[in-house]
């Protein structure tokens, strides 16, 4: 089953770690990704430049708007992904709980909901899943 782990952490408290304690959290990244991909647990991720880079687009009515930013203002902002690719929701949270930036933040883990052409499964239809 294919989860995405979304990386969430406050861009200041990044902004405020001296060049060599982020390069370190960086390399530590790096091994993560490469350990779980050797494993076969992670199918792709990236990082994110700063929410400062970021664009929203939305369509109405048949209309682009488009606005400088992220879509919100929240206390942290989406720094990357992992796809994972993993046996069920608990492995899932035992992989993502490796990623090292979930000691400054979090990780939010989601399945990924895979598009057909028909018979789709709608968000009401989805499971609510109670954490382990």
């Not at 370190?24 to 992670?42: F, K, P, Q, V």
């Not at 709980?97 to 052409?117: D, H």
């Amino acid at each position: 089953m294919k989860y995405v782990a979304l990386v969430y952490y406050d861009e200041s408290i990044m902004k405020s770690l001296s060049q060599d304690e982020w390069d370190a959290l960086n390399r530590e990244c790096i091994d993560c990704g490469e350990s779980l991909r050797s494993r076969d647990y992670m199918l792709g991720g990236e990082a994110l430049l700063s929410i400062q880079t970021a664009t929203t687009l939305r369509v109405r009515n048949g209309k682009v708007d488009i606005t400088d930013g992220p879509f919100a203002e929240t206390k942290e902002q989406l720094a990357g992904f992992y796809l994972l690719d993993v046996r069920d929701l608990n492995e899932a949270i035992q992989m993502a709980s490796k990623i090292p930036p979930a000691r400054y933040g979090s990780v939010e883990i989601r399945p990924v909901r895979e598009l057909q052409g028909e018979n789709n499964v709608s968000y009401q239809d989805a499971e609510v899943r109670e954490a382990p």
